[in-house]
């Protein structure tokens, strides 16, 4: 079996093995797209884009059946006008949180009403577009905001809908999660104040008592002080736990959470928020034998729970808003490598591999691009898996790192795979799942060049965005 064929499954829909063992997409080989479009290079599958995006609005909207449901796109994950157009297609919002940002989705021709502003230190400017073009949300996220809103509102003689970012106490990602009154980050407005940190009240079963712990929340006050502003539209509260969250249940305790709150404010103002944005960090399968998230069932859970506790309250449901930004590109994506060196290390004896083995030597791969085009690797520890693209190959699997080009010995891509040990200079590496969070946090380390990002589809291939040439580097630099 070729070393591809076992981790298929990991590259977007329209990959295929073709006749020559090569991997293709749509019927262009790698070796057809690096020869065009160059090496390093990032692939999208923008019709898996789409199928994705479209499969996330109507799951969300058939699991909370009755109730509106919004869902916006997390642009951070990798935003280009070709990608805002898709998701607007499919009923998308787009959240944004900079100017860049911004202005990538108006220029794509984005309605202010289909966007959203996100961040916890927004700028006068940003304020002011998202004000001016009429943004269908701005995410408020911390006290003194509410004044610098209505102020601009107020001169550019409109109004401007809101959101409170509320900081639940639920943190999660990756595998496990937390729930702690703790707030030592610098999102949101706590939910329960530091002296409410001993006594949790119970979410699960929301009595009296919990109201009344909650008529002190630290939240509930900025959004009392939010209803005052006649500029202010006060739409609804918002929370956003983690990414790459497998937990599920971490989801419905933060929910829960936000409904005894919207019932606090209803108790103490006559107010009912008619909106709860319950975020984002739907994780997805970066490696072989990681269990993918069900999210048509995991949505449906949420829906029930939270369908049950608005119950319970005597509470209308609010609508409900969600905003994945990984489970929508990330496998739709993938990186292409060029290998140059390599070299095989004899390892100190008592050294094992992951899995428990004893191994004696590891192989060096390095390719032409690395920590400037993934940084999450070298950031915090994000595991890929790797393929050999061009070719299938007979040869022994062996253990390999693959590397980058930086001058930093922690610019790993891939710290531990078995690939066949014929690899060699001129071989393509393929790195699925970067689709999110790779191009939007590349930098230009050592003048490293932005790769270009590639759209594959049944239409063929296209450059969604350029590759950096030199001589844009050279122009940034005024002598
Ligand atoms: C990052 C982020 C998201 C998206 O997170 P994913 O893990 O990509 O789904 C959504 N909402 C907010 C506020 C975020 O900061």
């Keep these: 079996m070729s070393d591809i064929s076992k981790s298929m499954a990991l590259f977007a829909k329209g990959s295929a093995i073709n006749s020559h063992g090569s991997l293709e997409f749509y019927g262009t080989s790698v070796q057809d797209l690096l020869e065009k479009y160059g090496s390093p290079l990032y692939v999208v599958d923008t019709d898996e884009v789409r199928e994705r995006a479209q499969y996330f609005v109507n799951t969300a909207t058939e699991a909370f059946h009755n109730t509106t449901v919004h869902v916006s796109y997390a642009g951070k994950a990798l935003l280009t006008k070709r990608l805002v157009r898709i998701m607007l297609e499919t009923g998308m919002h787009i959240d944004t949180c900079t100017m860049g940002e911004m202005r990538i989705a108006l220029a794509a021709g984005a309605p202010g009403r289909r966007l959203v502003l996100h961040g916890n230190n927004k700028s006068y ?99 009392q002080e939010i209803l005052k502003y006649p500029e202010l539209e006060l739409v609804g509260i918002h929370s956003h736990i983690g990414s790459n969250i497998h937990d599920a249940d971490a989801f419905m305790q933060a929910a829960k959470r936000m409904m005894a709150l919207r019932k606090t404010l209803y108790c103490t103002d006559a107010y009912t928020l008619p909106e709860v944005d319950l975020g984002g960090g739907y994780s997805v399968a970066y490696l072989e034998d990681e269990d993918s998230m069900d999210i048509a069932l995991e949505l449906q859970k949420l829906a029930q729970s939270v369908k049950e506790t608005n119950a319970q309250l005597g509470m209308p449901m609010p609508v409900i808003s969600f905003e994945p930004g990984r489970w929508i590109i990330a496998p739709t994506g993938c990186t ?136 844009d580097l050279l122009e940034y630099d005024q002598d």
């Design 125 to 223: 400017e940003e304020l002011e577009l998202a004000i001016r073009e009429d943004f269908d949300k701005i995410v408020v996220d911390e006290p003194q905001e509410p004044a610098r809103i209505a102020a601009i509102a107020k001169r550019l003689g409109t109004r401007a809908r809101v959101m409170l970012r509320v900081s639940a106490g639920i943190h999660a990602g990756g595998h496990e999660f937390i729930s702690t009154a703790h707030e030592d980050q610098k999102f949101g407005v706590a939910l329960l104040s530091p002296t409410q940190n001993q006594t949790v009240p119970d979410f699960d079963n929301v009595s009296r008592e919990t109201l009344e712990v909650l008529r002190t929340s630290p939240a509930l006050r900025v959004l």
């Design 336 to 471: 292409l490598y060029t290998v140059g060196t390599t070299k095989t290390v004899q390892l100190p004896d008592g050294t094992y591999d992951s899995k428990g083995n004893l191994i004696h030597q590891r192989r060096y791969i390095s390719v032409d691009g690395g920590m400037s085009d993934n940084i999450r690797p070298a950031l915090y520890g994000a595991e890929y898996t790797a393929v050999l693209a061009n070719r299938t190959s007979e040869s022994e699997p062996v253990l390999s790192r693959i590397v980058g080009m930086h001058c930093e010995s922690g610019d790993i891509l891939v710290h531990e795979r078995y690939l066949p040990q014929d690899i060699t200079r001129g071989d393509i590496l393929a790195i699925p799942l970067t689709g999110a969070y790779g191009r939007t946090m590349a930098s230009n380390y050592n003048q490293a060049l932005f790769p270009a990002v590639v759209a594959v589809s049944k239409q063929g291939s296209s450059v969604m965005l350029r590759r950096q040439t030199i001589e």
